[in-house]
């Protein structure tokens, strides 16, 4: 996996796509925290889950099923109207493009086994041809020389599109209220 922090960095990237400045910070938040929740499946190594397994780590949690699954809970639960500035659907669709980005990153990296991105209606593992992001050592290697060339590939594929995507997001928000103010 990129590190869980370069997951919601993704998603914060793509909030910049969804960016309108009545929407609430709080919705940024829960995207970033949808994009880190597939990596929960790691929970399944202690208990025994083996990683290929339907639901070992890149598996049910990473696919698009899931992602579509857990945005449409938060907004039937949450978001009925949608927030501020978003709508249900467009809401929903931020929720799940964030989700979703997640396995998508994890499908760059030069590690492990694939993403079940259709899981669970089959359970085949994809890598995308184009893998530039090194997988990251789990746990208490991440200190070491590794995890420093991990975190480089990560910030060059992955935090600065998302930097220069909330950039151009900012900049759109900016041009439209300095129109508003001008008209
Ligand atoms: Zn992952």
């Not at 910070?25 to 994009?35: F, H, P, R, S, Y």
């Not at 978001?79 to 998508?104: C, Q, V």
């Not at 290697?141 to 220069?164: D, M, N, Q, T, Y």
Request: aromatic share 12%; proline share 7%.
């Amino acid at each position: 996996m990129p590190t869980i922090l370069t997951h919601a960095v993704s998603a914060l990237g793509l909030g910049a796509l969804f960016h309108r400045r009545e929407v609430p910070g709080g919705i940024w938040v829960l995207g970033a925290v949808c994009a880190m929740v597939p990596d929960l499946d790691v929970i399944g190594f202690p208990l025994g889950i083996p990683y290929g397994h339907l639901l070992g780590h890149r598996g049910l949690s990473h696919s698009l099923a899931f992602a579509a699954a857990l945005a449409a809970l938060l907004v039937g639960l949450f978001y009925r109207r949608g927030a501020p500035g978003l709508g249900p659907w467009t809401l929903g669709l931020f929720l799940f493009a964030a989700t979703a980005s997640h396995g998508l990153l994890d499908a760059c990296t030069d590690g492990g086994l694939g993403v079940a991105f259709f899981a669970p209606f089959a359970n085949h593992r994809f890598f995308f041809p184009f893998r530039p992001i090194e997988v990251s050592p789990i746990g208490r290697h991440f200190f070491s020389g590794r995890g420093l060339e991990v975190l480089k590939s990560e910030l060059l594929w992955v935090w600065v599109p998302a930097i220069l995507l909330a950039a151009w997001g900012w900049m759109k928000v900016k041009a439209l209220r300095d129109g508003q103010e001008a008209a």
